[in-house]
């Protein structure tokens, strides 16, 4: 039963990545930064050249839309925590995720965060998939690493068509000429 829970994992996240290898090779650096509405959350330089998230601990109402940036940044987020846990290693907090920037190196980063996942779901084992899982949900939720897993899988997708969404907006809008 666990490999071919493993397997059905694999499958879909593989299925979900060539989504995003679909967007990822097709991003311009102008992409990243474009902001579709007035309301938006994004990634800020600070005075010492990093960058950081727009964030809010409670969800505002509307929510803003996120940019390429924002949404490549989130994924860096939840994605090295959940390596983290699943590796049994100290989880890092949000302001610990440095996004590099937009344009390649954020493909790059986007890139080996799916080689250390693969890496870490190919080497889950039945107790390795069975151990409780604290994250994203709370600890007595009563879920497991292979809970955690499907949540990858599905909240990458999400995020993926996000990317892909606001990719295609930009295009289609300069293609018509508007400006963008």
């Not at 990243?32 to 960058?51: H, I, N, V």
């Not at 940019?67 to 390596?83: K, R």
């Not at 100290?90 to 965060?113: K, M, Q, S």
Request: hydrophobic content about 45%.
């Amino acid at each position: 039963m666990p490999a071919s829970v493993t397997a059905l994992l694999r499958r879909q996240f593989d299925l979900t990545w060539a989504l995003a290898e679909y967007h990822l090779d097709r991003l311009e650096p102008g992409d990243f930064l474009w902001e579709p509405a007035a309301l938006c959350w994004t990634m800020r330089q600070d005075p010492a050249g990093g960058w950081r998230a727009d964030w809010a601990d409670t969800e505002p109402d509307p929510v803003p839309v996120p940019t390429i940036a924002w949404l490549t940044w989130h994924i860096g987020w939840w994605w090295s925590v959940a390596a983290d846990h699943v590796r049994q290693r100290p989880a890092r907090e949000r302001d610990d995720i440095r996004w590099p920037g937009p344009g390649a190196e954020t493909v790059a980063w986007l890139r080996e965060l799916r080689s250390e996942w693969t890496d870490t779901l190919d080497g889950l084992t039945e107790a390795g998939l069975d151990r409780p899982s604290a994250y994203p949900w709370p600890a007595d939720a009563g879920l497991t690493v292979a809970d955690l897993a499907a949540w990858v899988n599905a909240e990458l997708m999400k995020n993926v068509a996000e990317i892909g969404q606001l990719r295609l907006m930009r295009a289609a809008g300069r293609a018509a000429g508007r400006a963008a």
